[in-house]
C-alpha cells in the first residue's frame, strides 16, 4: 500500500488542468476549462474542469472527480496505478508499506500484464544495444534506415535475439509467471508445455499506451524468405486493443495539441522519420484499417487531420472509402501524397526536413477535392464511371455534420466535374433524407414499450417521488457540509462553533437513507471526533468512487452567470450566504420534516392494523407526539425562512 503521507504529497502536486490537459483539448472559460467529453462522442463541450476545486464533470456521461479518478475511467487504472502516474508526472517517490501475501496474490491481472510488456521492452532495448547479435544485426538495420541514437532511445526500439528461448527463458529465470508472458503473446507455448519466443530474430517496435507504459510490440523480420511474415504483432489481450491504440501518440500527443494538426501515417517507421525530422505531431495507425476509437482519440486534441499516404496510388483508392469516417466525426481532412515508390519515411530520408515540410504545405489537398480529382482521373471520359464518381463524391459530402462546410464543398465539387451544382444538391439532400429515415427508424425499433405486466404497480409512483424528495433534501445537507462546514456561525451570538460540526449534532436523530449519503455523514463524523473537519478536497480524493461520485455532481454545476449577468439581465440571483442561518436551518429542518412526515405515515398505519386497546393508546400518544414535533419545525421553518 502507498503510505498516507506519499499519497498527500502527490494530492498537493497534482494540478488537474495540467493533467487532464494530457489527455483532452481544454479551453478556459471563466474561472473553469471545458472540453469535448473524453467518454462520449459529442460536438459540443460539456466536460468541465474546475481548478479550484480540483475536479472534473462530464455532463454527457455523468463521470466526475478529481484527476485520479479522471485516471481511473479514462485508463482504466486501479486506485495506486493511478497514484502512481502522478507520483512519476511530478517526480515524486513513492513510499509502500509491504503487502501481504492476499494482497499480492489479488493483485491486477492488469497490472502483472503491463509488468511483463515493461520488462519485455527492457530485454529487447538492452539486447540492441548491449550483445554483439543486436548491435550486428538490429542496430545496423536502424542506423541503415537513418535512426539517430536519441529516436533509439525516445521509443525504445529493440531486438530480440534469433533464439528460441532467449527471451522466454530469462523472464521465468527473473520470476515472470508464464501464464502472463503467453497472454502477453510474447511466448507461445509448445505442446509439450514449454515457452518458444514469438519475435525471435526481429527488431522490435514496443507500443504505448496513452499513458506512456509499453502494452504491444510490433516485431519486423530482417529476412528475406518471402515464408515469413514481414510483421508479427501483440495478439489482442487486457491490455492490448489494436482498434483503440495508435502508434506513436504517447510521444505526438503534446505537439497535436500545439500545432492543432495530427499528420496520420501507416507504419512504425513513417512515424520515427516524420518525428526524427522535427514533426512530432504524427501518429500511426499500425497497419490496421482506421477505427472511429482510433478517430476519437484525435479528436481530443484537434479538429484536424492530415493523411500522409504512400505513394501507391492502388492503396489510396482502397482507403478512401475508409476516410468518410472522419468527416463523420466532424474532423477536417486533408491528404498529402507522395511520389510513387515513396512513403513518408522515404521520402523524408531523401528531401530532409525543410523540403519534406515544404511538400506537405504546397501538397496538401481537402480530402473531398483530392477524393474527386482523382477518381474523376480514373474514370476518364467513361460518363457511367463519371456518375458513379459523382455519387460517391456526394456520399462522403453526406457524411460532413456541419451543413454549411457541405455546401462549400458541393460547390467546389461541382466546378470540378463540370455538373450543375443543384444536380448535386438534390442527390445530397435524397441522401440525408434517407439517412435520416434509417436513424428514426432504429431509433424507433430501439424505443419499441414492453410489454405491460399482468398487475401495473401504479401505486408505486408517490412512494418513489417521496424516496427522490428525501435524496434531494439528504444530498442538500451533504452539499452544504462540504461548502460551509469549515465556516464559523455567525448567528444568534453563537461563538467559536462551526457549521459542520453544529449540523452534524442537529442531525443526530436523523438517519440518512441513501446510501452514499448515509456513508458521507459516518466519514465527516469520524473525522470530527479524531479532531478534524474534513474539508471537500478530503472527500474529492476519497478511494471511495461511491463517495467521489456523489461530492463531484453536488459540486459541479454545468452554468456559472457572467460577471456581467446583472448589468445584462437585470435578474438578481439570490446569494444562500447572505442568509447563512436560513440556508442551514432551513435545510436541516426540511429534512427532518420529511422524517417526521414518515414517522406519522408509518404510526397511521399501525394504527390501522392495532387490535387491542392498549396499543391503539400508545400509538396514538406517539402519533400526537410527533404531530407537536411537526407543527413545532413548521412554525420554526416559517419564522426562519421568511424573516
Not at 509439450?192 to 514469438?198: A, C, I, P, S, V
Not at 466519514?523 to 467521489?548: C, R, T
Request: net charge negative; charged share 30%; aromatic share 10%.
Amino acid at each position: 500500500m502507498i503510505t498516507k503521507p506519499t499519497i498527500d504529497r502527490i494530492m498537493e502536486a497534482t494540478d488537474i488542468v495540467e493533467v487532464i490537459g494530457e489527455f483532452v483539448q481544454l479551453k478556459k472559460r471563466g474561472a473553469n476549462y471545458v472540453g469535448l467529453s473524453p467518454f462520449a462522442n459529442e460536438r459540443t463541450p460539456s466536460f468541465t474542469v474546475s481548478p479550484a476545486k480540483g475536479i472534473f464533470k462530464d455532463f454527457s456521461t455523468g463521470k466526475g472527480g478529481s484527476a485520479i479518478t479522471f485516471l481511473m475511467e479514462l485508463e482504466k487504472f486501479t486506485y495506486p496505478e493511478a497514484l502512481k502516474w502522478l507520483a512519476k508526472k511530478y517526480g515524486i517517490e513513492v513510499e509502500e508499506t509491504e503487502m501481504s501475501a492476499e494482497d499480492k496474490a489479488e493483485d491486477n491481472r492488469r497490472e502483472s500484464l503491463m509488468i511483463v510488456s515493461g520488462y519485455a521492452a527492457k530485454f529487447f532495448h538492452e539486447s540492441l544495444l548491449d550483445t554483439d547479435e543486436g548491435q550486428s544485426i538490429g542496430l545496423s538495420y536502424f542506423k541503415e534506415r537513418g535512426f539517430t541514437n536519441d529516436t533509439i532511445k525516445k521509443f525504445e526500439l529493440g531486438y530480440s535475439p534469433d533464439q528460441w528461448e532467449a527471451f522466454s527463458a530469462s523472464a521465468i529465470r527473473n520470476g515472470y509467471q508464464e501464464e502472463f508472458l503467453v497472454e502477453s503473446g510474447l511466448s507461445v507455448k509448445r505442446d509439450n508445455g514449454t515457452l518458444y519466443d514469438r519475435y525471435r530474430g526481429r527488431v522490435m517496435f514496443p507500443i504505448h499506451s496513452f499513458t506512456g507504459r509499453v502494452i504491444a510490440f510490433g516485431g519486423r523480420t530482417l529476412k528475406t524468405d518471402k515464408a515469413v511474415p514481414k510483421y508479427v504483432n501483440s495478439p489482442e489481450s487486457e491490455i492490448y486493443h489494436k482498434s483503440n491504440i495508435l502508434y506513436g501518440l504517447y510521444f505526438a500527443k503534446k505537439s497535436i495539441r500545439e500545432e492543432d494538426n495530427c499528420y496520420l501515417v501507416e507504419g512504425y517507421a513513417d512515424v520515427l522519420s516524420v518525428s526524427q525530422a522535427g514533426i512530432e505531431n504524427v501518429v500511426a495507425s499500425s497497419g490496421t484499417s482506421l477505427t472511429v476509437e482510433q478517430i476519437k482519440l484525435i479528436n481530443r486534441f484537434t479538429k484536424n487531420i492530415t493523411i500522409l499516404y504512400d505513394g501507391d496510388a492502388a492503396g489510396i483508392k482502397a482507403s478512401l472509402r475508409g476516410l468518410d469516417m472522419i468527416l463523420e466525426q466532424g474532423l477536417n481532412v486533408k491528404v498529402v501524397s507522395f511520389p510513387d515508390g515513396h512513403d513518408p519515411d522515404s521520402y523524408v530520408r531523401k528531401l530532409g526536413t525543410n523540403a519534406f515540410k515544404k511538400h506537405i504545405e504546397e501538397n496538401k489537398k481537402d480530402f473531398i477535392l483530392y477524393k474527386t480529382t482523382l477518381l474523376l482521373k480514373d474514370a476518364g471520359g467513361d460518363p457511367i464511371k463519371k456518375a458513379d464518381v459523382i455519387r460517391e463524391v456526394v456520399e462522403s459530402i453526406a457524411k460532413i455534420p456541419d451543413s454549411i462546410k457541405a455546401s462549400v464543398f458541393i460547390k467546389e465539387c461541382s466546378h470540378i466535374m463540370q455538373i450543375d451544382e443543384r444536380a448535386l444538391l438534390t442527390e445530397l439532400n435524397k441522401m440525408r433524407m434517407a439517412k435520416a429515415k434509417k436513424d428514426y427508424q432504429q431509433n424507433a425499433n430501439r424505443q419499441q414499450p414492453q410489454e405491460m405486466p399482468d398487475e401495473p404497480h401504479f401505486f408505486d409512483e408517490p412512494v418513489e417521488e417521496k424516496k427522490k424528495e428525501i435524496d434531494t433534501q439528504e444530498k442538500e445537507i451533504v452539499r452544504l457540509l462540504l461548502l460551509y462546514g469549515n465556516k464559523m456561525i455567525d448567528w444568534d451570538g453563537i461563538a467559536n462553533t462551526y457549521i459542520g460540526p453544529f449540523m452534524i449534532v442537529e442531525l443526530n436523530d436523523v438517519e440518512f437513507e441513501e446510501p452514499s449519503c448515509r456513508q458521507f455523514a459516518e466519514i465527516y463524523q469520524k473525522e470530527m471526533e479524531n479532531g478534524s473537519l474534513p474539508d471537500e478536497q478530503h472527500f474529492i480524493h476519497h478511494p471511495d468512487k461511491a463517495i467521489v461520485d456523489l461530492v463531484v455532481t453536488l459540486l459541479a454545476t454545468k452554468y456559472t452567470l457572467s460577471e456581467n449577468w446583472y448589468e445584462m439581465h437585470k435578474i438578481l440571483v439570490p446569494d444562500e450566504q447572505a442568509n447563512m442561518k436560513a440556508t442551514i436551518l432551513g435545510a436541516i429542518f426540511h429534512l427532518k420534516m420529511h422524517k417526521v412526515g414518515k414517522i406519522l405515515e408509518n404510526l397511521r398505519n399501525e394504527l390501522q392494523k392495532a387490535t387491542s386497546d392498549a396499543d391503539q393508546d400508545i400509538l396514538l400518544n406517539q402519533y400526537m407526539h410527533m404531530k407537536k414535533v411537526e407543527k413545532s419545525i413548521s412554525d420554526y421553518l416559517g419564522s426562519v425562512i421568511l424573516k
